[in-house]
T-cell receptor
Framework: QQQVKQSPQSLIVQKGGISIINCAYE??????FPWYQQFPGKGPALLIA?????SEKKEGRFTISFNKSAKQFSLHIMDSQPGDSATYFC???????????FGKGTMLLVSP | GEEVAQTPKHLVRGEGQKAKLYCAPI?????VFWYQQVLKNEFKFLIS????????ETGMPKERFSAKCLPNSPCSLEIQATKLEDSAVYFC????????????FGNGTRLTVT
């Protein structure tokens, strides 16, 4: 049973456009939702994270939107740049537990 | 150190051989996690430690996989009698606590079983 479903699998966006990646979770005990960015040959790096007490969190060009009732959250990358080309993973965990359950990843390509 | 250091970067083993991977967490971090990333990008949780104690081992295939985190030594993940399906990138991550504390990942060890 896949607990965090991520879509799309891949995404091509023009430079300056908005990249949107969606995730849905099943386990209502999850209360921490991070997004990780991974470049080839590197480990994933935390990009931004949200907890269910807020519906949106913004850090620079990156925004997480969270819908608790729908059990969905999404990453928006505004003004996408070629340097944003990477694989993005959503994840979820329970407070005090830290073990992350990852989505299957989205390969983002931002064309110049 | 300021980064999670994983060694070796690459490891090639014949089927049935033993593989041992090492991880030095960020200094001061109490929690260490091991994840397996297979070809299609999916991350599978294996095991976590709180200092030298196993914290969560629900993902660990216990027949051939074992792991340790001993004081003053890098943590290790050992696979006895490797199989072709063990080929993957193994990531180690560390965190300060389990509350409000992000995971910091190393760059992984790519294990190829031939």
């Amino acid at each position: 049973q896949q607990q965090v479903k991520q879509s799309p699998q891949s995404l091509i966006v023009q430079k300056g456009g908005i990249s949107i990646i969606n995730c849905a979770y099943e386990n209502t005990a999850f209360d921490y939702f991070p997004w990780y960015q991974q470049f080839p040959g590197k480990g994933p790096a935390l990009l931004i994270a949200i907890r269910p007490d807020v519906s949106e969190k913004k850090e620079g060009r990156f925004t997480i939107s969270f819908n608790k009732s729908a059990k969905q959250f999404s990453l928006h990358i505004m003004d996408s740049q070629p340097g944003d080309s990477a694989t993005y993973f959503c994840a979820a965990s329970r407070e005090g537990y830290s073990t992350l359950t990852f989505g299957k990843g989205t390969m983002l390509l931002v064309s110049p | 150190g300021e980064e999670v250091a994983q060694t070796p970067k690459h490891l090639v083993r014949g089927e049935g051989q033993k593989a041992k991977l090492y991880c030095a967490p960020i200094k001061g971090h109490s929690y260490v996690f091991w994840y397996q990333q297979v070809l299609k990008n999916e991350f599978k949780f294996l095991i976590s430690f709180q200092n030298e104690n196993v914290f969560d081992e629900t993902g660990m295939p216990k027949e051939r996989f074992s792991a340790k985190c001993l004081p003053n030594s890098p943590c290790s993940l050992e696979i006895q009698a490797t199989k072709l399906e063990d080929s993957a990138v193994y990531f180690c991550a560390s965190s300060l606590t389990t509350v409000n504390s992000p995971l910091h990942f190393g760059n992984g060890t790519r294990l190829t079983v031939t």
